[in-house]
């Protein structure tokens, strides 16, 4: 259990163009998603908090105008890049809690296997 | 403030050896959870133990064994008789003991690389 998924796995696009990416917990619900963007050789970066039903919570420094976070469902969420830039060229993932009645389940992160973007 | 410092940034053994990816936390909250993942060349992170703050127990998993010492504030992680497949980059999380929207949100120290050379 606590599969999560992420689509596409890569894309490439031009700059100036938007790229949508999903991210869907497979068999379980989350009302918060976690998205992450990690540079080569660096650290994973919390992006922005998703919320199911409501705004997304982004980190200091991130532009949310640039990344828009729409979380429609219990189980997906999207981060699209708008007016992508060679800077944004990326791996970006998205992660969300499991579920359970205990709090060491719903306060382990599961995370999707990635979105490679690379803008030209 | 809350921070994760894994200081050895690349580490190089032969296959066999035994080898330790340490990891130094900060934190003032009482109540926490550590974690390490595994992230292949592939980019997937691969779960591998989460450790509350109130069970300093070690714990052993096949080749797997992690050093959790509060007094020190250390999470070590040993993998013993290394593998090439082995090869990947580290990392070790700290929990934010502050809930949004009913969930802690991660601090991931730098990560460690680790080449397992045949």
């Known amino acids: 259990g606590a599969v999560v998924s992420q689509h596409p796995s890569w894309v490439i696009c031009k700059s100036g163009t938007s790229v949508k990416i999903e991210c869907r917990s497979l068999d379980f619900q989350a009302t918060t998603m976690f998205w992450y963007r990690q540079f080569p050789k660096q650290s994973l970066m919390l992006m922005a908090t998703?919320?199911?039903?409501?705004?997304?919570?982004?980190e200091q420094g991130v532009e949310k105008d640039k990344f828009l976070i729409n979380h429609a469902s219990l189980t997906l969420s999207t981060l699209t890049v708008t007016s992508a830039h060679p800077e944004d060229s990326s791996f970006y993932i998205c992660?969300?809690?499991?579920?359970?009645?205990?709090?060491?389940?719903?306060?382990?992160?599961?995370f999707g296997p990635g979105t490679r973007l690379t803008v030209l | 403030a809350q921070k994760v410092t894994q200081a050895q940034t690349e580490i190089s053994v032969v296959e066999k050896e035994d080898v330790t990816l340490d990891c130094v936390y900060e934190?003032?909250?009482?109540?926490?959870?550590l974690f390490w993942y595994k992230q292949p060349p592939s980019g997937e992170l691969v779960f591998l133990i989460r450790?509350?703050?109130?069970?300093?127990q070690n714990e052993i998993s096949g080749r797997y064994s992690w050093n959790f010492q509060k007094s020190t504030s250390s999470f070590n992680f040993t993998i013993t008789a290394s593998q090439v497949v082995d090869s990947a980059v580290y990392f070790c999380a700290l929990s934010e003991n502050k809930r949004t929207s009913g969930t802690y949100k991660y601090i991931f120290g730098t990560g460690t690389r680790l080449k397992v050379l045949a």
């Open positions: 450790r509350n703050s109130f069970d300093e």
């Open positions: 998703s919320n199911e039903g409501s705004k997304a919570t982004y």
């Open positions: 992660s969300a809690p499991g579920q359970g009645a205990y709090s060491w389940e719903i306060d382990t992160q599961y």
């Open positions: 934190t003032r909250d009482t109540t926490y959870y």
